[in-house]
């Protein structure tokens, strides 16, 4: 049958309990194709078949058929051979053994010839990693999931993007312990209602805290391949989105500090107009005072808006910053104008200063004729200032009871340029440790 289904070269074997004496008893009529040997040369001297097993297979061969006698189990191995021409082929050599009254084994098998076979696979194995190294280039994690095996693979940018060691196996039910507690029910929801119909999926989650890292925004998209059984492959792509998203997410503050600003305005105005009036002494004064409070204001928005992301004095972003709300009842650290930060850095700083004015004006210290704020420059680790922000003389303060915009901008407003706020709701007054980057060397000169 082998012969005729050209299947491979059909053989018997015959060997002792022990595995000893080992002999040929049959070799198929496709010996000769397949080896150059006639069966009659492969019965008479075996030595010659097994020395077209190439050196280094030969040891391999050896141990797979010990452990074959000594379990009595089936004998299946991939080795390479070089013909009578000098070719290198691979072959496929199976055999399952029989054990004999007599107490010898006799061990029926076939040698098939899967060069073609194994060359196809080398070629797509060897698509499939220029296929990975190109989705990789773009940054793009690769992962497939084979459902009815239960068998994940996640490519080396994958386990990156996760937080895992590279190589390490990956189960569906571990995965989902990678994603952020707060996604997981997003994550299966959009897969379930992706798997009924088949075809793609797309979700955005984050993943879950890590000892040495914050968790990060992941765009997975995949596709859910069916047949007439279900769901049988899901492969997808990870590309991490977090900057994207932390861009989302001081955008949305921004536009939140907008319609915050129009939103008090009026109140900040009227705290304006109440302490110009009591530090004047004539209507034409109080014109003159007030109207220069008001540009300053103005001033302070086009910094916002208009740095253009070049290195600015730290001075400058303070004094602009704060000018609307009285000079006078400020303490400033001499040692501001020794700094320079980034344009970014600038707009979140200028940001926060005027929220933390605009609440001293409506609640702390500045809401008092005699409150005062101070703001010293401190030490802070290498590449980074701390400005610390102190009130006196204001009425008792205490956490405000729900999270509104003035606390998220004290968590997030300097988080995207590296840079946090430590509040401290004392009882004699609000104070803040802001922490910065500052600019280079480099950066400082250009606006020296």
Request: proline letters at 4%; aromatic letters at 6%.
């Amino acid at each position: 049958m082998a012969d005729l289904l050209h299947l491979g070269m059909a053989f018997q074997v015959v060997t002792d309990a022990a595995g000893l004496g080992r002999r040929f008893t049959y070799v198929g009529g496709l010996c000769r194709e397949m080896t150059g040997l006639s069966p009659e040369e492969v019965i008479a001297r075996p030595e010659r078949l097994y020395g077209q097993i190439e050196p280094d297979h030969q040891e391999v061969l050896a141990r797979t058929e010990a452990t074959a006698i000594a379990l009595l189990s089936r004998f299946d191995i991939e080795v390479r051979m070089r013909d009578a021409a000098g070719d290198v082929r691979w072959r496929r050599i199976t055999s399952t053994p029989r054990p004999q009254p007599d107490g010898t084994i006799v061990w029926n098998g076939l040698l098939m010839d899967i060069t073609d076979a194994k060359r196809a696979a080398e070629s797509l194995e060897d698509q499939r990693r220029r296929l990975e190294a190109a989705v990789e280039a773009t940054g793009l994690g690769f992962w497939e999931w084979d459902v009815r095996n239960d068998r994940v693979v996640w490519s080396d940018r994958n386990c990156e993007l996760f937080g895992v060691p590279a190589g390490q196996s990956m189960t569906i039910e571990r995965y989902q312990t990678l994603v952020h507690p707060e996604d997981q029910a997003l994550v299966r929801e959009v897969y379930r209602g992706t798997r009924e119909r088949g075809g793609d999926f797309f979700v955005e989650h984050r993943t879950a805290y890590q000892p040495d890292a914050q968790p990060r925004w992941l765009q997975a998209r995949g596709r859910v391949v069916k047949d007439a059984e279900g769901v049988r492959l899901v492969v997808g792509t990870t590309l991490d989105v977090s900057e994207r998203k932390a861009t989302e997410e001081r955008r949305a503050l921004l536009l939140g500090e907008l319609a915050h600003r129009a939103k008090n305005g009026i109140q900040v105005m009227i705290g304006i107009v109440m302490q110009t009036s009591r530090s004047v002494g004539s209507v034409k004064e109080f014109e003159q005072v007030l109207i220069a409070r008001l540009k300053a204001m103005a001033d302070s928005q086009d910094l916002v808006t208009a740095s253009g992301g070049r290195p600015v004095l730290l001075r400058d972003v303070v004094t602009k910053t704060l000018t609307p709300f009285d000079p006078n009842r400020f303490e400033l650290d001499e040692g501001l104008g020794e700094a320079a930060i980034a344009g970014d850095v600038a707009v979140a700083l200028a940001l926060l200063l005027h929220e933390l004015s605009t609440n001293a004006v409506k609640y702390g210290a500045l809401s008092t004729s005699n409150g005062r704020v101070a703001l010293h420059r401190s030490g802070g680790s290498e590449g980074h200032l701390r400005l610390d922000w102190i009130e006196r003389g204001g009425p008792p303060v205490a956490p405000a009871r729900r999270k509104g915009f003035g606390s998220r901008l004290l968590d997030v407003g300097l988080a995207g340029c590296g840079g946090r706020v430590e509040p401290a709701f004392d009882p004699d007054g609000f104070k803040a440790k802001i922490h910065f980057p500052v600019a280079d060397e480099a950066s400082r000169m250009t606006i020296s």
